[in-house]
């Protein structure tokens, strides 16, 4: 038995190392010089419209977080009926209608009212959906 074993292992190694081998001529984007890559956040060209949102907000809000974000939410251009809540640790807003806010923005006023603060991208209340854009 021992040796049917042995036996598998050598030959499974045997057909491996020849896909190993070619593995090693494709370049790592990260440790390749040449690899262009963007300075820029991905959030930054990502736009909320007109709607209500549902976002999370990480490390956990404590009420006292929650009370400053919800004022620093409500002072935003183009937002209203903002509420933060310290129980799941989630914002909700609505974005009025006619305007768009930039999620970079967003986040931008979290990490700003409480410093390691981080937002996720706002998806539509009652939906598993972003509505980048529109």
């Given at each position: 038995m021992n040796f049917m074993k042995t036996t598998f292992v050598v030959v499974f190694a045997a057909a491996i190392r020849p896909a190993q081998a070619a593995d090693k001529a494709v370049a790592n984007p990260v440790g390749n010089p040449?690899?262009?890559m963007s300075p820029t956040p991905i959030s930054e060209g990502i736009w909320v419209s007109?709607?209500?949102?549902?976002a999370t907000i990480a490390p956990s809000l404590n009420m006292e977080m929650a009370g400053r974000l919800k004022k620093a939410l409500?002072?935003?251009?183009?937002?209203?009926?903002?509420?933060?809540?310290?129980?799941?640790?989630?914002?909700h807003f609505t974005v009025k209608?006619?305007?768009?806010?930039r999620v970079l923005d967003?986040?931008?006023?979290?990490?700003?009212?409480?410093a390691g603060a981080?937002?996720?991208?706002?998806?539509?209340?009652?939906?598993?959906t972003p509505?980048?854009?529109?």
């Amino acid at each position: 038995m021992n040796f049917m074993k042995t036996t598998f292992v050598v030959v499974f190694a045997a057909a491996i190392r020849p896909a190993q081998a070619a593995d090693k001529a494709v370049a790592n984007p990260v440790g390749n010089p040449g690899a262009q890559m963007s300075p820029t956040p991905i959030s930054e060209g990502i736009w909320v419209s007109p709607g209500r949102y549902t976002a999370t907000i990480a490390p956990s809000l404590n009420m006292e977080m929650a009370g400053r974000l919800k004022k620093a939410l409500e002072a935003m251009a183009g937002l209203e009926d903002v509420e933060a809540s310290s129980t799941d640790s989630t914002v909700h807003f609505t974005v009025k209608e006619g305007v768009k806010v930039r999620v970079l923005d967003l986040q931008a006023v979290v990490a700003k009212t409480h410093a390691g603060a981080v937002m996720t991208t706002p998806v539509l209340a009652n939906s598993l959906t972003p509505k980048p854009g529109l």
